[in-house]
């Protein structure tokens, strides 16, 4: 009996041990994927748990997403453009796509699209957190006028005639109101969608891409609620 009790201790202590030194990777998501699509967070979160370590996490907007994970106040950014790798050294691409072929363009009010097509220097507005927008201008060589924190105050300004022309993410402007915008011109700029790691997590790299391989090699769209 005494034998038998042992036994059950010692099993408990380790169970107990293992439980409390379980990796814990801080994971921030935008708080707009948190609104258009959460299932992606507890996709990513299933994800995290299958490799044997505890998710914690933490919404806020984009701009302050990208600034706790460049300054190393968090160990992993839910989703980001493949070309953030190269605007961060800390920054590890988890390599394989949640999402291919994601499109930015230039999109202008329905009923402006003539008017703005004819001007010479339009007023164009994006994100200050919207990377793909900065590619999508110097590509097309559209310059930027002013930056907005959130996607409705861009909105604002187009409705308002303070501003012609809005640089957004396709999936953005379709979530938020399609029926408004069309684009400007047949100009976009492609890439594909990643979740990235920090560098002290670099251990995780192949065990977190077989899993995003098994849970997303069948997607075809962004992940959504």
């Known amino acids: ?23 814990v990777v801080s994971i921030v998501f935008s708080e707009r994927v948190n609104n258009i699509a959460y299932s992606y967070i ?6 995290y748990r299958n490799v044997g370590v505890e998710p914690l996490i933490k919404i806020y907007p984009e701009s302050r997403s990208v600034y706790l994970f460049n300054n190393s106040k968090v160990d992993s ?9 190269t605007k961060n050294t800390n920054a590890i691409k988890v390599n394989f796509p949640i999402y291919k072929d994601f499109k930015f363009k230039a999109f202008v009010l329905k009923e402006d699209l003539k008017r703005v097509q004819d001007l010479k220097n339009p007023f164009v507005v994006t994100s200050s957190a919207c990377l793909g927008c900065l590619e999508y201008s110097k590509l097309h060589n559209l310059k930027i006028s002013s930056y907005f924190k ?62 995003f391989r098994l849970a997303f090699s069948k997607s075809t769209s962004v992940p959504n609620k």
């Open 77 to 85: 950014l839910g989703i980001k453009i493949e070309e953030f790798e």
């Open 42 to 47: 507890d996709k990513v979160k299933e994800i």
């Open 150 to 211: 959130k996607l409705g105050t861009g909105v604002k300004l187009l409705k308002l005639r303070r501003a012609d022309i809005i640089i957004a993410s396709e999936f953005t402007i379709k979530s938020y109101s399609n029926k408004f915008f069309v684009p400007l011109n047949s100009n976009e700029f492609t890439t594909n969608l990643y979740h990235f790691i920090s560098k002290k997590k670099s251990h995780l790299k192949g065990k977190l891409e077989e899993e």
């Open 1 to 23: 009996m005494n034998k038998l009790l042992l036994i059950v201790t010692l099993n408990l202590t380790l169970f107990v041990s293992t439980s409390l030194s379980k990796e």
